[in-house]
């Protein structure tokens, strides 16, 4: 039936007139924390930085090859077999067995069922390919091994990229897979990427390693320069510490040398190790490593038995801000090169919204005057319902903060379509109705039931479309799919509450009218 009661009508009203003022928050500032949000522009509408990134997936073979090297000898070590000469070359690893072993090693590693050689039945391919040339042996990763380490190795760098990003607090920033080995970054807003650059351009591979001068240390040494100067030290292989035993790290001021440091506090399995190493260590410098580079080497004076400790290295705040960001954010699994940069700049962004708003406007206007021409005071109402609409669908992306992008406008020009698709066939149905029907009321009540079934199975249609959008997809999609969706409900909520509310109040005074439409 055409009723409404009082307290529906409150509702209706309340929550109209609070999504409106949450959509005014764009154009005004409230002191309300609640109130006082904003939608955010996406990159093509305010500007911003574009960065591609490749991962280096080179180093990360050669790790997971030099690991293999050891899994592979203590495998057939425990079988009694030796291998002779192994050894790595080229991402590719080489031994030799006696003659009475050769089958035993093709076997083991062409066995479906290998400990040490894992078969993907779906592609029919192992991790490993191996050739055999007159009892040596040479591995090398598949085709397929390759793709699950570049898989692997991408989604390690993009949780990592994520991370350090969120951070720095960038608002919505777009980060994304592109193919196996390459990340997109969109940072709206962002003028000058080069801190961005910089923190993504390091690995942050932090060690902890003793500085020696024995040549002949069992785990072998190597010569590392220090990052402020040229001064080389010789450091063992050997990691006291990796930045994996981080639980965090922040920029402090060092009140006894007044200098900027970054405190870090351990894990229970690193505050052990360090306890250790600093107890038997007393006298001997530790060389704190990071991506290859020494930041310093201070004498060890006493047992660090807390779990925390200080890195100082001649830092400014910022400088000591991004070395902690890198510290807590985890260290990449392998370097990052960018590829591909591009500064949108605000120019380019406001011609963009520019654009958008004036399609909006022609749009809007077009169908205004179409509406109120075709169906006069229900034209009328149908047009105050399409504003309230768009003031509706505003103020709930404001509430949530939400992205806007220009496929995101256009996802908006869409709802307003949509609404008034839903008004012209609610009043069409109103008029077969009143042919028939000489009460205006019972008219306009079954030209709202009626087409109710054919709006409904319209609007939720387009809204799976707008979901599986939404999860399929990326950047730009996701804007267009998250106003499109959000407007289906807005576009329902205003039609068959706020626009026939209006309709009754004016039909309830207008009942004994003839031609009311």
């Known amino acids: 039936m055409l009723y409404f009661s009082k307290l529906r009508i409150i509702f209706i009203t309340l929550l109209t007139l609070f999504f409106t003022l949450s959509a005014s928050s764009n154009l005004f500032k ?96 192992h991790q490993l390919d191996i050739i055999e040339d007159d009892n040596i042996f040479i591995l090398n990763y598949s085709r397929q091994g390759v793709i699950e380490i570049k898989t692997s190795s991408q989604d390690q760098a993009l949780e990592i990229v994520r991370r350090r990003i969120d951070e720095i607090g960038t608002n919505e920033p777009n980060i994304l897979k592109r193919g196996n080995d390459r990340i997109l970054v969109e940072l709206p ?29 069992s785990f072998g040494t190597e010569k590392l320069q220090y990052e402020d100067s040229t001064e080389e030290d010789i450091v063992s292989k050997r990691i006291i510490l990796s930045g994996d035993n981080l639980l965090d790290a922040q920029p402090r001021m060092n009140n006894e040398s007044n200098e900027t440091v970054v405190s870090f506090t351990l894990d229970r399995v690193g505050a052990k190790r360090f306890g250790k190493a600093t107890s038997t260590g007393i006298g001997k410098q530790l060389a704190i490593v990071l991506d290859g580079k020494i930041i310093s080497a201070p004498v060890i004076r006493d047992t660090i038995a807390s779990g925390s400790g200080q890195i100082s290295g001649g830092f400014t705040f910022q400088s000591a801000t991004d070395l902690a960001l890198l510290l807590r954010s985890g260290a990449l699994p392998a370097p990052l090169n960018i590829i591909e940069e591009r500064t949108v700049g605000p120019d380019l962004g406001q011609d963009s919204i520019n654009a958008g708003i004036i399609a909006l406007a022609i749009g809007f206007f077009l169908v205004v005057v179409f509406i109120f021409i075709k169906y006069k005071i229900f034209g009328l109402i149908t047009n105050i319902t399409l504003v309230l609409n768009l003031f509706i669908l505003i103020g709930i992306l404001t509430l949530f903060e939400a992205t806007l992008t220009l496929p995101g406008i256009a996802g908006i020009i869409l709802t307003v379509g949509m609404a008034v698709d839903a008004n012209v066939l609610i009043f069409e149905r109103i008029k077969e109705e009143l042919k028939n029907e000489r009460n205006n009321l019972i008219a306009f009540d079954s030209g709202y039931t009626k087409s109710r079934t054919a709006i409904l199975d319209a609007n939720i249609t387009t809204l799976l479309a707008a979901i599986i959008l939404f999860f399929m997809g990326s950047g730009p999609i996701k804007g267009f799919s998250l106003t499109l969706g959000v407007g289906i409900f807005t576009t329902l909520f205003s039609v068959y509450f706020i626009a026939r509310l209006l309709t009754v109040l004016y039909v309830s005074k207008n009942k004994e009218k003839e031609g009311i439409i």
């Open 30 to 125: 409230f002191q309300n924390n609640f109130l006082d949000k904003k939608i955010n522009l996406g990159l093509d509408l305010q500007g911003g930085s574009y960065l591609l990134l490749e991962i280096d997936n080179t180093p990360v073979i050669d790790q997971k090859l030099q690991n293999l090297t050891i899994t592979i000898r203590n495998y057939f070590k425990e079988k009694n077999i030796r291998l002779n000469n192994l050894k790595l070359q080229n991402q590719k690893l080489s031994f030799s067995v006696d003659e009475e072993f050769k089958e035993i090693i093709l076997e083991t590693f062409k066995d479906e069922e290998s400990e040490i050689n894992p078969y993907y039945p779906r592609f029919k391919s």
């Open 189 to 217: 807003g962002l003028d000058d990427p080069m801190r961005i650059k910089s923190l993504l351009g390091k690995t942050a591979n932090l060690t902890f390693r003793f500085v020696t001068s024995n040549a002949n240390d």
